[in-house]
C-alpha cells in the first residue's frame, strides 16, 4: 500500500505551511512527515491537498498504480461533457504522481511514466467526446482521427508541468473523395473541441496545455491534416530536426491502427540507411540558436541556470541520444527505441556510446528531472531556470531532502559539468589542422578544380571540406607516390555525388581519411568505384568492421511481404559492404589472403542461400508450388574449392527432384517450373541495379553445358555424368560442392558425387590424355602468362588446377580444394604434388592481392608505386619485380613437373 511503501520526505521549507496541512490532512503517522514537507515547500500541491483531503483518505491504504488505473477509468466512465471530470482527475494524479514520486515509491523515471499515462488517457477522452459531437455524415466511430504524442510525451517522459505535444492526423482513405472536405471540416471542429476540453482554464482549473505546432507547416497548416498531406510534406521538405523528433513520436489516442500504420510508413524519412553524421553539426547548430535565443551563454553557474536547454542540462542528454540514434538507426534497428535511458543502453550495446559514459549522463539525467520536476511543483509552472535568490534555492534543496543548500548546489554544479564535459565536444565539429601540410607536386593545379564538383557545390559542405582539407593532404602525402595518390584521390572526388554526408562522416571519423588515403595510394580503381558507392564506408564505423572475419556470414533478416526487388536491393547493399570489408582487411593485413579468399566463398554461400530463398518464393507467387519438389544448387570451380576473390564469379549447377505441376494461374510441370527457378537465381544474383550487381553466375558447367536445360533432375545428371560426360566434365566435378536448398537433396547430390568420381568410367591414360589435349588446346588459344598475370599459362593457377582435378580423378577422391586434391596419393609424386600446392598458394595469394586493386591481368608497371608496394608487403618480398620474378620461376617449374609427369606415365 501506499504508506507502507514510503522511503523518504523532503524538508518543509514553510514550517507553518507544512504543519497546517498536516492538521488539515490528518494523515496517517506514517505519512504525515511526506505532507509536512511538501507541503512545505509547495504552495501549488499544499492547495491541491487541501482541495482533496477528503480524496487522500483513500490513498492510502491503495496501490498508487492501482489508484491510478481508478482514475482512469473513472474518467473513462463519465457521460457527456468530461471537462470538469478531466480536471478533477488531473489535479488527483498530480497529487499521486507528484507525492508517488517525492516519497521515493516511484523512482523519477518511472513517476513520468505514469504521468504519460495519465496524460493519454485524457487526451483519449478528450478526442472521442470531441469526435462524438460531430459525428454525422461520413464522420462514423472513431472518425480515423488519431493523435501522435512527441517529445517527451511520445517517450513517455513527461515532466510535472508539461506541455503535450502532439500531432493530430486522419486516415483520409475511409472517406471517398467526395465526402473528404466534409469529413475533415468534422474532424477539423472535433479536434478544436478536444483541445480546448484539455487547455482551457475553467474553475477547476486546467488538464494540459497542448503544442501542436510541431505538424508540417504549423502556420500555413490546419490543426488537423491528412496523413497523405503529411506523408508528402515529410517526402519533399522534412527536415533533420523533424527526424529527430519522430524518433519518439507514438499514437496516443483515436485511430490507434491508423496512427501505427502511418508511423510505419514514415519510417523511411526518419531512420536513413546511411550514417549521417552531419546530423551532429546541425544539433550543435540547433543548440546554439536556442542558447542565442535564451540568453544561454558559456559562463553560467547553478544559480539561474536552465536545467532543460542551458549547459550540461536535460536537452543536452537528449540531443546526444538522439543524434547518435538518428546516425545509426537507420541501419541498426536495435537502436529505435523512444526513451532517453534505454536509448543510452542500446547504443552501449551497439558500441556508439561508452559505459562509463552511459553511466555518468544516466545518473545525472535522473538527478536533473528530479529537481525539474521539484521546480515544476512548486507553482504548477512549466519553469525549468534555478532560482536565483538565497531563499529560492534552499526550498529547491529542502525540496529535495537536505538543508545544506552549499552541498546540494556543488553537487549540482557537478553534475552538469560532467554532463557538459562529454555533450559539449560531441556536438563541436572536429577541426584537424596540422602545423604544416606537406606540398604535393601538381596539387595547386588539381585543387583549383575541386570547387568545380559537384561534391563541393553547397557552402555547408565546402565548410566542412576546408576543415578537412589539412588532414586529407598530409594523409596523401604519406604514400610512397604522392602525387599518384592525389591524382587518385582527386577522381574520387570528382566521382562523389555530393559532399556534405560522406566530409561528416570523415570528420566523425579521422581513421576513414587514413583509409581513403591508403585505397587511394594503392587501389585507384577501388577509389573510383567508392565514389559511386560512398555508403560502402558507413560500414567501417561499425564496431565488428576489424574484427577477424566470419567463418559464417549472417545476412540480415528480410519480411518476405516487402517484395522481391526490395530483398534483392537490401542484400545487394549488404554484400557491398561485406566485400568492401573483406578487401580492406587484405589492404590493411588484417587477414592473410589464404583466409581472405575463403572469407570471399563464405560470403558467396551466405548470398547464395538468401537469393536462393527470395527466388524460390518469387518463382512460387508467379506459378504456384510443384508439391514435394526439392530443388539444390552445386558450387562449382573455385565456389565449390571454397576459394574466391574480389571479381570473382559464380559457377553453378542446379538440380531438382520430384515431378506433377505446380498450382499456380499458370501450372507448370516439374521440369519447366525449376527451369523457371533457374532463370529467376541467375537474374536476382546477376542483374545490374542501381544497388549493384552481386555476382556473375556462369551455368556453362551443367550437363551438355550451354545446350543443356538450365536445371537438371539430379537423377539426370546422375546418368549423364555416369554415361556421357566428357572427361573435362568430370575432372569439373571433383570441385562441385552441394551449397544450397534442400538439404535431403544437398546429401544426396553429394553421394552421387562421390559415387561418379568413384567408379569413373575414364581410366587413368584417358584422364592424362585429356590433360594433355585441354594443356595444348589453351597455349594454342595465346594463354601464356607472364609475370604477374598468374591465372593462365604453363605452370600458372589454371595449369595447376587442372593437373590437381585429374589426379583426384584418377585417384578416385572427394576432395575439392586443389590442396586437398594434391595431398592425396595417386598418379603424381608425393614431391611433385607438395611443390604443385606450394606454387598454386603463392600465386593464389598474388590474384587476391590483383584482384582486389584492379581488374585483368596487369603488368607491375601499371600497378603503380602504391599497388606494387602493397603488392610486395602482402608477399613480402622487396618489390613487385621480385614478386613477378618470382612468379615466372615458379611456374616454369611447375610447368616442367607436369610435362615430367605426363611424359613418364606415357
Known amino acids: ?15 507553518d505551511a507544512g504543519a497546517s496541512a498536516v492538521e488539515a490532512v490528518a494523515p496517517p ?30 490513498l492510502w491504504d491503495a496501490e498508487p498504480e492501482a489508484a491510478l488505473d481508478v482514475l482512469i477509468s473513472e474518467m473513462d466512465a463519465v457521460e457527456g461533457d468530461p471537462r470538469t471530470a ?42 472521442a467526446w470531441g469526435v462524438a459531437r460531430y459525428a454525422r455524415g461520413p464522420v462514423t466511430g472513431d472518425g480515423g482521427l488519431f493523435a501522435i504524442a512527441m517529445g517527451k510525451m511520445g517517450a513517455h517522459e513527461l515532466n510535472y508541468s508539461s506541455d503535450i505535444d502532439m500531432i493530430l492526423l486522419f486516415d483520409e482513405t475511409r472517406y471517398d473523395p467526395g465526402d473528404y472536405g466534409e469529413a475533415r471540416s468534422f474532424l477539423l471542429k472535433a ?44 517526402e519533399a521538405m522534412g527536415r533533420t530536426w523533424e527526424r529527430v523528433a519522430w524518433i519518439k513520436a507514438r499514437p496516443c489516442a483515436g485511430a490507434s491502427e491508423a496512427g501505427e500504420a502511418f508511423l510505419d510508413r514514415l519510417t523511411p524519412f526518419v531512420w536513413r540507411r546511411h550514417l549521417e553524421f552531419q546530423v551532429v553539426e546541425e544539433a550543435h547548430d540547433m543548440r546554439r540558436r536556442i542558447r542565442d535565443h535564451k540568453g544561454l551563454y558559456s559562463a553560467w553557474d547553478v544559480p539561474g541556470h536552465d536545467l532543460k536547454l542551458g549547459p550540461g542540462g536535460i536537452r543536452e542528454i537528449e540531443f546526444l541520444t538522439q543524434t547518435q540514434q538518428i546516425i545509426a538507426g537507420g541501419r541498426d534497428e536495435s537502436l529505435r527505441v523512444r526513451g532517453t535511458l534505454e536509448g543510452m543502453d542500446r547504443l552501449v550495446a551497439a558500441g556508439w556510446m561508452k559505459g562509463q559514459e552511459r553511466d555518468t549522463l544516466a545518473e545525472a539525467y535522473g538527478h536533473l528531472r528530479a529537481v525539474e520536476h521539484r521546480l515544476q511543483m512548486v507553482q504548477d509552472a512549466q519553469t525549468h531556470r534555478m532560482p536565483k535568490d538565497a531563499d529560492g534555492l534552499r526550498r529547491i534543496a529542502c525540496f529535495m531532502g537536505t538543508d545544506d543548500v ?72 604519406g604514400a610512397s607516390r604522392p602525387e599518384e595518390a592525389l591524382a587518385a584521390f582527386d577522381g574520387f572526388l570528382r566521382g562523389l555525388p555530393a559532399g556534405v554526408q560522406i566530409f561528416s562522416l570523415f570528420e566523425a571519423s579521422p581513421a576513414l ?26 560500414a567501417v564505423i561499425g564496431g565488428e568492421f576489424l574484427e577477424p572475419l566470419p567463418q559464417r556470414w549472417e545476412v540480415p533478416s528480410h519480411d518476405p511481404d516487402e517484395g522481391f526487388e526490395e530483398g534483392l536491393d537490401a542484400l545487394r547493399h549488404w554484400v557491398r559492404e561485406a566485400h568492401f570489408r573483406i578487401g580492406v582487411h587484405l589492404l590493411r593485413g588484417i587477414a592473410e589472403p589464404a583466409a581472405v579468399g575463403a572469407a570471399y566463398a563464405h560470403l558467396a554461400e551466405a548470398t547464395l542461400a538468401s537469393a536462393w530463398a527470395l527466388a524460390e518464393a518469387e518463382t512460387a507467387r508467379r506459378y504456384g508450388r510443384v508439391a514435394g519438389m526439392r530443388l539444390a544448387g552445386l558450387g562449382m570451380g573455385s565456389l565449390g574449392a571454397g576459394r574466391l576473390a574480389a571479381r570473382s564469379d559464380l559457377d553453378l549447377v542446379v538440380v531438382y527432384a520430384g515431378e506433377g505441376q505446380s498450382d499456380g494461374r499458370r501450372p507448370l510441370d516439374a521440369k519447366q517450373w525449376a527451369a523457371k527457378f533457374a532463370q529467376v537465381l541467375v537474374t536476382a544474383l546477376s542483374a545490374p541495379t542501381g544497388a549493384g550487381r552481386l ?46 536448398g534442400d538439404a535431403d537433396l544437398r546429401a544426396d547430390a553429394a553421394a552421387a558425387r562421390i559415387e561418379i568420381l568413384a567408379h569413373s568410367r575414364f581410366s587413368a591414360d584417358e584422364v592424362r590424355a585429356a590433360l594433355v589435349d585441354m594443356r595444348e588446346r589453351l597455349r594454342n588459344a595465346g594463354r601464356k602468362g607472364g609475370g604477374i598475370a598468374v591465372k593462365s599459362g604453363p605452370g600458372r593457377m589454371q595449369d595447376i588446377e587442372l593437373a590437381a582435378q585429374a589426379h583426384a580423378l584418377i585417384a578416385g577422391g572427394a576432395e575439392q580444394s586443389i590442396a586437398a586434391q594434391l595431398a592425396v596419393a595417386g598418379w603424381l609424386s608425393e614431391g611433385d604434388r607438395r611443390e604443385l ?40 618480398r622487396d618489390d613487385a619485380a621480385a614478386v613477378a620474378a618470382e612468379c615466372d620461376a615458379r611456374a616454369a617449374r611447375a610447368a616442367e613437373i607436369i610435362d615430367a609427369a605426363l611424359e613418364a606415365a606415357s
Open 191 to 234: 479536434a478544436r473541441l478536444a483541445m480546448g476540453a484539455l487547455s482551457d482554464i475553467t474553475p477547476e482549473g486546467y488538464v494540459f496545455r497542448t503544442d501542436l505546432r510541431l505538424r508540417p507547416d504549423p502556420g500555413a497548416t490546419p490543426i488537423v491534416l491528412s496523413t497523405e498531406a503529411a506523408e508528402r510534406y515529410y
Open 513 to 538: 581519411v587514413a583509409l581513403i588515403a591508403d585505397i587511394c595510394a594503392t587501389a585507384p580503381d577501388l577509389a573510383r568505384h567508392l565514389a559511386s558507392n560512398s555508403g560502402i564506408l558507413d
Open 86 to 127: 478531466l480536471r478533477v482527475a488531473k489535479r488527483r494524479a498530480a497529487l499521486l504522481v507528484g507525492l508517488a514520486e517525492i516519497g521515493g515509491i516511484w523512482p523519477v523515471m518511472k513517476a513520468a511514466a505514469q504521468w504519460t499515462r495519465f496524460a493519454d488517457a485524457t487526451v483519449a477522452r478528450a478526442l
Open 1 to 15: 500500500m501506499f504508506r507502507a511503501r514510503l522511503t523518504r520526505h523532503p524538508i518543509p521549507f514553510d514550517r
Open 406 to 477: 552549499a552541498h546540494f548546489t556543488t553537487d549540482l554544479r557537478d553534475r552538469l559539468r560532467a554532463v557538459e564535459a562529454i555533450c559539449e565536444p560531441s556536438f563541436k565539429p572536429r577541426r584537424s589542422e596540422p602545423a604544416e601540410v606537406p606540398e604535393i607536386a601538381g596539387s595547386t593545379a588539381l585543387m583549383e578544380r575541386w570547387p568545380t564538383y559537384p561534391a563541393l557545390r553547397s557552402a555547408r559542405a565546402r565548410t566542412i571540406f576546408a576543415r578537412l582539407e589539412p588532414q586529407i593532404l598530409t594523409a596523401l602525402a
Open 837 to 876: 600446392a606450394e606454387t598454386h598458394e603463392f600465386l593464389s595469394a598474388v590474384q587476391q592481392v590483383l584482384r582486389l586493386i584492379t581488374d585483368g591481368d596487369p603488368d607491375v608497371e601499371a600497378l603503380g608505386a602504391g599497388g606494387a608496394a602493397f603488392l610486395a608487403r602482402t608477399l613480402q
Open 695 to 740: 555476382y556473375e553466375v556462369d551455368m556453362r558447367l551443367r550437363p551438355s553445358g550451354r545446350q543443356g536445360p538450365v536445371a537438371t533432375s539430379l537423377a539426370a545428371f546422375h546418368t549423364y555424368q555416369k554415361q556421357d560426360a566428357w572427361v573435362w566434365e568430370q575432372m569439373a566435378l571433383t570441385r562441385a560442392r552441394a551449397l544450397v
Open 29 to 58: 503517522p506514517e505519512v504525515a512527515p511526506l505532507i509536512e514537507g511538501v507541503a512545505g515547500c509547495s504552495p501549488f500541491l499544499a492547495g491541491a491537498m487541501q482541495r482533496e483531503r477528503d480524496w487522500l483518505e483513500t
